[in-house]
């Protein structure tokens, strides 16, 4: 990732990662590369009582790596090491693993840096104009088309930003 586009990373504990059973790609990303620590949408990512609490929901044990503008988790899978957003008792996919996550939260800012620079109330009203988030829509149809499907995070997060 590009290290000018956010402020500061959530480098996770290689040790914690390795007690989940995390592919070792996925362990290397997570401790040496990370996540924003924020970032649009809103996501607040990392540490927050304690690194990586576990949860078991739908026979999926997941990982929290932090939580979305609505306080609702991101977690990882320990098993598929997918991403997900825990909304109520469903799991909402975010990304098929936490590369791709990063790839597509740097993305989507630059699309919101971009729309911001043009109307610096854009991201705060929730109306960024389509033509803003176009190639944020096309990098997800090249890279990670399952998180455009109906009822997916980035699905819904576009609905929130009132793209058409």
């Given at each position: 990732?590009d ?10 504990p290689?040790?914690?990662?390795s007690k989940?059973?995390?592919h070792?790609s996925?362990?290397?990303f997570?401790?040496?590369v ?7 949408p809103?996501?607040y990512?990392?540490e927050?009582?304690?690194w ?10 997941l990982a929290?790596l932090g939580?979305?503008r ?15 957003r825990?909304?109520n008792?469903?799991l909402?996919?975010?990304a ?6 990063g790839?597509?939260?740097?993305e989507f ?5 971009a ?7 854009a ?6 104009p389509s033509?803003f988030?176009k ?5 997800l ?5 399952k998180?455009?499907i109906?009822?997916s995070f980035?699905q819904?997060t576009?609905?929130?930003?009132k793209?058409t």
């Amino acid at each position: 990732m590009d290290a000018a586009i956010f402020d500061n990373y959530s480098k996770y504990p290689i040790t914690r990662l390795s007690k989940l059973g995390l592919h070792l790609s996925t362990i290397r990303f997570l401790s040496e590369v990370g996540l924003p620590e924020w970032c649009a949408p809103n996501m607040y990512l990392g540490e927050e009582d304690c690194w990586l609490p576990e949860l078991l929901i739908q026979n999926e044990k997941l990982a929290v790596l932090g939580s979305d503008r609505d306080d609702k988790q991101i977690c990882i899978s320990t098993t598929s090491n997918e991403v997900f957003r825990l909304n109520n008792s469903n799991l909402d996919f975010v990304a098929t693993n936490p590369a791709l996550f990063g790839k597509a939260l740097e993305e989507f800012q630059i699309c919101i840096n971009a729309a911001v620079e043009s109307n610096d109330t854009a991201f705060t009203d929730n109306n960024i104009p389509s033509v803003f988030l176009k190639p944020f829509i096309v990098w997800l149809t090249d890279n990670e088309p399952k998180a455009l499907i109906k009822g997916s995070f980035w699905q819904s997060t576009l609905n929130w930003l009132k793209y058409t």
